[in-house]
């Protein structure tokens, strides 16, 4: 605590102190008049300000602002400077109006196609979501006003999303649920953070000792403060006590008087309540600091801006050669998200923005020829033969059609899970029919997560605009006619169909548990895991030309603890138009060491997007600790990777890799290994620790050991499992008498050897 901050926190009385540690109101912290304590307004979110109108008394009649793409599309950017540019125009948006806090980014990952707020959040891959999270914490703290990753922790449903209960293994939490947040804390520094609604094994998040103590500031350094989500808090006194600082969006002094009361009652040390305090302040009186220098923002840089990252979100996901369109032809513009496109998703996130067109207007602009058949509502399923019959003829007579799909906002919200992975099939109808009649048909989607495509491979081309903010209609129209390359790639697996997906069947739970058996195959892990095709896989996205790869090289070929490699590889464009590469590095643990809870075919641990004029090459480079070979062992409560062959796979997407590099891991560190009679010949041979003793003995025994095996009447392969099994105490039936004498010094050798 600085002396100031001291000082202020000892002036306050016990009430004051309760009452900073809640909200005046939705979107305001309580003023302290007295001790010249100013309030602190936070404004959502992610993709754009939902600041409140100033003489407004309703939370959602909020000012007119700039809408960036949501966190779908931005990541589909694979680009940490992107979404730093992101924060920071945010940050100057947010300073002009007298935010001090934004609360955004939101990281948690996609567990499931189906929750209703993965629009919202970045990706399946905890990897890519830390590193796009720490881009956007950057930029906007660059400005002065504080980030607030949210929703720690494990929050991926909306399904009771207030009271759930997310269960899982200690590896899975560690291993997927945190590590976005990790990246975001200690390369971000965040000013604050958001805790979710739900409880975590058990324990709700609002009073976790473990999430927002132990590990966020124990183990992460966090030092901001915590603060609710709105209406999050279940016990207060037991958050206070948990590190829960600030209360959202208040409880009318109720809670506050519990606090009041709870250190009277002596049930809560009042030198906690002080932290909490002081924490609050700190970022209070730093927000109050930064605002005194005036920020103005330029709406229409901002927008085009909004434009740009909405260009370098777009994914192409199939291309036979339809796209890019070329002037001359006649195109047919198909379905009623041309004109009215949906660019972001409905509830918190919601920016008021009047700044977005859609593609067709978008075309008028630029004199395009194209015609227009609505042919399907944008906002519900609705079939109408006669607009059919239009859209179908419109196709038949043009030379390229464009029909633009996706997920009505009714389809898809925060607050609700979708209940099926489908479009309205009114569109899916539509598309079938069109693609009979016009082999140049184009797809454009506008969804905040994956949709089954069952006409995918009757369609020439597929472009998904996920939800690119104000800039969608420009953005697709400049992807659409070549005067932009398509850069995005898929931060999500899109499977074939709902019941390949790695939750499919647990998927929400009774609402009241959310069982993740699937553990840590999560996303790609899962389909890469069962080898299943997918219609699009985690990384995919093309280009209208083409990457060549080449020379890729380690500075060396053994990693040893504490130590770095550095992998490099020549990428080049080899075709004729200028375009973003995004290289993807994908580890792969090949050690063969069984792993508790399974091993992940292949983890992303890097990734780089480059800009590259037609035939120019350039090297792009990935630094390496033993961390990134690491997996999460619930044995050491640590990160860890077993000694041996792990492969660097460089590619340009999870499942278009290009080239394999191995690389030799050695290492210092043990897994604990318990010695007792029924640990297992196999485990002991398998650790350099005990292989030795045992060895020596069964080669001592090997007389008694093979007429006790059973060879000669097994398979050797039988036979060698047979022995992999058999725990020390097996030795006195199988081992015959020298080795049941030898038994009692091997097990002290063995447990000297491990210690226990
Ligand atoms: C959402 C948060 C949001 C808050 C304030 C909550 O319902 O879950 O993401 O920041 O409301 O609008």
Not at 84 to 111: C, D, F, S, T, Y
Not at 163 to 186: C, G, K, N, Q
Request: net charge negative.
């Amino acid at each position: 605590m600085s002396s100031t901050i001291e000082e202020l926190v000892s002036a306050l009385t016990l009430e004051e102190k309760a009452g900073l540690c809640s909200g005046q109101d939705f979107w305001r912290t309580k003023a302290v008049e007295r001790l010249g304590i100013p309030a602190l307004m936070v404004s959502d979110g992610p993709h754009g300000l939902r600041t409140q109108k100033s003489g407004s008394d309703n939370p959602n009649d909020s000012i007119e602002a700039v809408c960036y793409p949501a966190g779908c599309a931005a990541a589909a950017s694979f680009d940490p400077a992107l979404t730093r540019r992101m924060g920071a125009a945010l940050g100057r948006e947010a300073r002009a109006v007298g935010v001090g806090v934004v609360l955004g980014p939101a990281i948690n990952i996609k567990r499931s196609p189906l929750c209703g707020r993965n629009f919202e959040y970045y990706s399946e891959d905890p990897f890519l979501a830390g590193e796009l999270a720490a881009g956007f914490i950057q930029g906007m703290q660059s400005e002065g006003v504080g980030a607030c990753p949210k929703h720690f922790a494990a929050n991926s449903q909306e399904t009771r999303r207030m009271s759930a209960d997310s269960r899982m293994d200690e590896r899975t939490l560690h291993e997927i649920y945190l590590p976005a947040f990790e990246t975001a804390v200690r390369d971000g520094q965040p000013w604050t953070l958001m805790c979710s609604y739900n409880r975590v094994n058990g324990t709700y998040a609002s009073e976790n000792p473990l999430l927002l103590d132990e590990i966020l500031r124990g183990q992460w350094g966090f030092t901001g403060f915590t603060m609710s989500d709105w209406g999050a808090v279940n016990d207060r006194v037991r958050g206070v006590a948990a590190g829960l600082d600030l209360e959202m969006p208040g409880s009318g002094g109720v809670n506050d008087a519990k606090l009041v009361e709870a250190v009277r009652s002596g049930a809560l040390d009042e030198a906690v309540l002080d932290k909490a305090a002081a924490r609050i302040l700190n970022i209070v009186l730093r927000a109050a600091d930064l605002a005194k220098t005036s920020a103005t923002f330029d709406r229409t840089a901002d927008h085009a801006l909004a434009v740009q990252l909405a260009k370098e979100s777009g994914v192409l996901l199939q291309n036979l050669g339809a796209l890019p369109l070329r002037e001359g032809q006649r195109v047919a513009y198909i379905g009623a998200f041309a004109e009215t496109p949906r660019y972001q998703g409905g509830g918190s996130s919601h920016v008021n923005t009047g700044a977005a067109i859609g593609a067709l207007e978008a075309a008028r602009r630029n004199n395009r020829m194209v015609s227009y058949v609505e042919g399907f509502p944008a906002d519900r399923d609705q079939r109408d033969e006669q607009e059919f019959l239009r859209a179908v003829t419109a196709a038949e007579e043009a030379d390229v059609a464009v029909i633009f799909a996706g997920l009505p906002e009714m389809f898809e919200s925060e607050g609700a899970d979708r209940r099926h992975m489908r479009l309205p099939d009114c569109q899916n109808n539509l598309i079938a029919r069109v693609a009979a009649v016009q082999k140049n048909t184009v797809v454009v989607l506008h969804a905040g997560a994956p949709v089954e495509c069952p006409w995918a491979e009757d369609v020439s081309a597929v472009l998904c605009m996920y939800l690119a903010g104000e800039g969608i209609g420009e953005a697709t129209d400049a992807l659409l006619w070549g005067e932009a390359n398509p850069s995005g790639r898929l931060p999500e697996t899109w499977p074939l169909r709902l019941e390949d997906t790695p939750c499919y069947l647990d998927y929400p739970g009774d609402g009241l548990t959310a069982d993740y058996r699937e553990g840590v195959y999560v996303g790609y892990r899962w389909y890469d895991g069962r080898r299943m095709p997918v219609r699009w896989p985690f990384g995919h996205g093309l280009s209208y030309t083409g990457y060549v790869y080449r020379d890729a090289a380690l500075d060396k070929d053994t990693l040893t603890d504490g130590d770095s490699v550095t992998l490099r590889v020549r990428v080049r464009n080899s075709g004729a138009v200028r375009g973003a590469e995004v290289v993807q590095l994908y580890v792969s643990d090949a050690t063969g060491t069984p792993v508790a809870g399974g091993r992940v075919p292949q983890a992303l641990r890097g990734f780089q997007k480059v800009m590259l004029e037609p035939g120019q090459e350039c090297e792009v480079s990935f630094t390496l600790t033993a961390r990134d070979l690491s997996r999460y062992s619930a044995e050491l409560h640590d990160w860890y990777a077993a000694p041996g062959r792990y492969e660097l796979r460089l590619g340009h997407s999870s499942r278009d890799i290009r080239i394999t590099v191995p690389l030799q891991f050695k290492t210092e560190r043990h897994l604990p290994l318990t010695v007792d009679e029924n640990t297992p010949l196999g485990v002991l041979l398998a650790d350099p620790r005990t292989a030795g003793p045992v060895q020596q003995m069964l080669a001592a025994n090997s007389q008694a050991m093979d007429n006790g095996g059973g060879d000669g009447l097994m398979p050797p392969d039988a036979v060698a499992q047979m022995l992999d099994a058999m725990p020390l105490r097996a030795l006195v039936n199988f081992g015959g008498p020298g080795a049941a004498a030898a038994l009692p010094a091997l097990m002290k050798t063995l447990r000297k050897a491990t210690k226990n």
